[in-house]
């Protein structure tokens, strides 16, 4: 199938990717054109394990290419993915210039029939309007249906999660047209939910504010377990086990951060009120996780007060493991507030912020002897309070005692 996917990011890239290996014509189509420039030479705008593989493969084959040209790549295809960013406005609101434009782009050059994928993420209702934008920018009506097509896909294990999705979301008005992309996905041998537009808009925001209220109640468990002496892990644990729970994003630390759950989660609140409906849990869960990176500093502060001149080496930075993602990072809050307070970068203590697995396995016998003074935040528990006790260190993580000096 003849299929072009308009914004060559985390999401369309990998998308573009994996199409063309399940067989199709892919074009990719971005308005950077250094991006472009980069992939027509072989070189990857971000970091995903198998994606530059992947590329390659395919690019060698004749079956991915990369353009800039939009109106090109939208008359050779019978799909078109729309994959652009869709940031947040300072009140929570999602832009959709970029979705916006790239509908223009569509309408202006549609020549025949044509299904238009949004698989941007987006507000319920968004699909009525790119089917308007579209309509209003066609030289000459051409027929064409506008279908809703979520991204679950994981940041660190893109490829996999495309190749292998716990369920694929077709929002569609008819099921003749649903049928068009049921076809193309076949092949992944996957589960396929068919809805309409905007229940599938609507199942994308709820899934990613569930997830963000099961890390934000867990935080706020912790925090609980904090003043009352209790160990989050066990708590999780115990809880996890209950499969009506179950222990996935049931983990304390530092809170969500990254390009999603913080802008979709903003959105929804703000959708909720456009319609009429105060969101009261989910503003909640934002406030929580808001307060994560300062909670974090602020034990910092405790035990080595004051932080003027004192040295900390910060271990992890992007906004989880598996990946170059530094957007909405928790790492730069901790970071610019460890500033604020007068410290520096280089080691009187070690903290912990995203749990990369080299962290996880670090030779803590060596760490504990190059540092001055052997105190470790650890804002992701990785390490286990017994071991660090043994190896001489202080210790502070999320939830749980601390291990202090004897
Ligand atoms: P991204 O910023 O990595 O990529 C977006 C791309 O679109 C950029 O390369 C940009 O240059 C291009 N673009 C912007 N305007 C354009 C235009 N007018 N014409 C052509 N190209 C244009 O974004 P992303 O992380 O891939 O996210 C894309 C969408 O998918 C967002 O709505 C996001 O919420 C959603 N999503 C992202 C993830 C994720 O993990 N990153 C997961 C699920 C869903």
Same mark, same amino acid.
């Given at each position: 199938?003849?299929?072009?996917?308009?914004?060559t990011?985390?999401?369309?890239?990998?998308?573009?990717?994996?199409?063309a290996?399940?067989?199709? @014509?892919?074009v990719?189509? %971005?308005?950077?054109?250094?991006?472009?420039?980069d992939? @027509?030479?072989g070189r990857?705008?971000?970091? *995903?394990?198998g994606l530059?593989e992947m590329?390659?493969?395919?690019v060698? @084959?004749?079956?991915?290419t +990369?353009?800039t040209?939009?109106? $090109?790549?939208?008359?050779?295809?019978?799909?078109?993915?729309?994959?652009?960013?869709?940031?947040?406005k300072?009140?929570?609101?999602? %832009?959709?210039?970029?979705v916006e434009?790239? =509908?223009?782009?569509i309408?202006?050059?549609? *020549?025949?029939?044509?299904?238009?994928?949004?698989?941007?993420?987006?507000?319920?209702?968004?699909?009525?309007?790119v089917?308007?934008?579209?309509?209003?920018?066609?030289?000459s009506?051409?027929?064409f249906?506008?279908?809703s097509?979520?991204?679950?896909?994981? *940041?660190? &294990?893109a490829?996999e999660d495309?190749?292998r999705?716990?369920?694929i979301?077709?929002?569609?008005?008819?099921?003749q047209? $649903?049928?068009?992309?049921?076809?193309?996905?076949?092949?992944l041998?996957r589960?396929?939910?068919?809805?309409?537009?905007?229940?599938?808009e609507?199942?994308?925001?709820a899934?990613?504010?569930f997830? &963000?209220?099961?890390? &934000? +109640?867990?935080n $706020?468990?912790?925090?609980?377990?904090?003043? =009352?002496g209790?160990?989050?892990?066990?708590?999780m644990?115990g809880?996890?086990l209950d499969?009506?729970?179950?222990?996935?994003f049931?983990? $304390?630390?530092?809170?969500?951060?990254?390009s999603c +759950?913080?802008?979709?989660t903003?959105?929804?609140?703000?959708?909720?009120a456009?319609?009429?409906?105060?969101?009261?849990?989910?503003k909640?869960?934002?406030e929580?996780?808001?307060?994560? =990176? =300062?909670?974090?500093?602020?034990?910092?502060?405790?035990a080595?007060?004051?932080?003027?001149?004192?040295?900390?080496?910060?271990?992890g930075?992007?906004f989880k493991?598996n990946? %170059?993602?530094?957007?909405?990072?928790k790492?730069?809050?901790v970071?610019e507030?460890?500033?604020?307070?007068?410290?520096t970068?280089g080691?009187?203590?070690?903290?912990l912020?995203t749990?990369?697995?080299?962290f996880? +396995?670090l030779?803590?016998e060596?760490l504990r002897?190059v540092m001055?003074?052997?105190?470790?935040?650890?804002?992701?528990?990785v390490?286990?309070?017994e071991?660090m006790?043994r190896?001489?260190?202080?210790?502070? &993580?999320i939830?749980?005692k601390?291990?202090?000096?004897?």
């Open positions: 199938m003849n299929i072009c996917v308009v914004g990011g985390y999401v369309g890239l990998v998308t573009g990717a994996v199409f290996d399940l067989g199709n @014509d892919v990719c189509v %971005d308005n950077d054109a250094v991006k472009i420039a992939l @027509d030479g990857m705008p971000i970091y *995903e394990p530059e590329v390659a493969r395919n060698a @084959d004749g079956r991915l +990369f353009t040209d939009l109106a $090109a790549a939208v008359r050779r295809s019978v799909i078109v993915f729309i994959t652009v960013g869709t940031p947040p300072s009140d929570g609101q999602t %832009d959709l210039t970029a434009d790239v =509908a223009r782009g309408g202006q050059a549609m *020549e025949r029939y044509t299904v238009v994928v949004n698989k941007s993420t987006v507000p319920v209702g968004t699909g009525e309007f089917r308007e934008v579209i309509e209003r920018h066609q030289a009506p051409v027929a249906d506008v279908v097509n979520p991204e679950f896909l994981r *940041e660190g &294990s490829i495309t190749l999705p716990d369920r979301v077709i929002g569609a008005p008819t099921q047209v $649903a049928m068009t992309l049921l076809e193309l996905y076949a092949p041998e589960p396929m939910i068919i809805t309409d537009v905007p229940s599938a609507m199942i994308k925001y899934s990613n504010a997830l &963000s209220t099961k890390i &934000s +109640f867990i $706020a468990i912790a925090n609980i377990c904090e003043l =009352a209790a160990d989050v892990t066990q708590v644990k809880m996890g499969p009506r729970i179950g222990s996935a049931l983990a $304390a630390g530092l809170g969500y951060g990254g +759950f913080p802008k979709d903003d959105s929804l609140v703000h959708t909720a456009t319609l009429g409906y105060d969101f009261a849990i989910l909640a869960v934002v929580v996780n808001r307060e994560r =990176a =300062a909670h974090f500093v602020d034990a910092i502060v405790k080595l007060a004051p932080l003027d001149g004192r040295v900390i080496a910060v271990l930075l992007a493991p990946t %170059d993602d530094m957007r909405e990072a790492s730069v809050e970071v507030r460890l500033l604020e307070l007068g410290a970068g080691a009187d203590a070690v903290a912020v749990e990369w697995n080299e996880k +396995f030779n803590l060596r002897g001055r003074r052997p105190v470790v935040f650890d804002g992701r528990n390490w286990e309070p071991r006790r190896l001489g260190f202080e210790y502070h &993580s939830g749980r601390p291990v202090l000096p004897s």
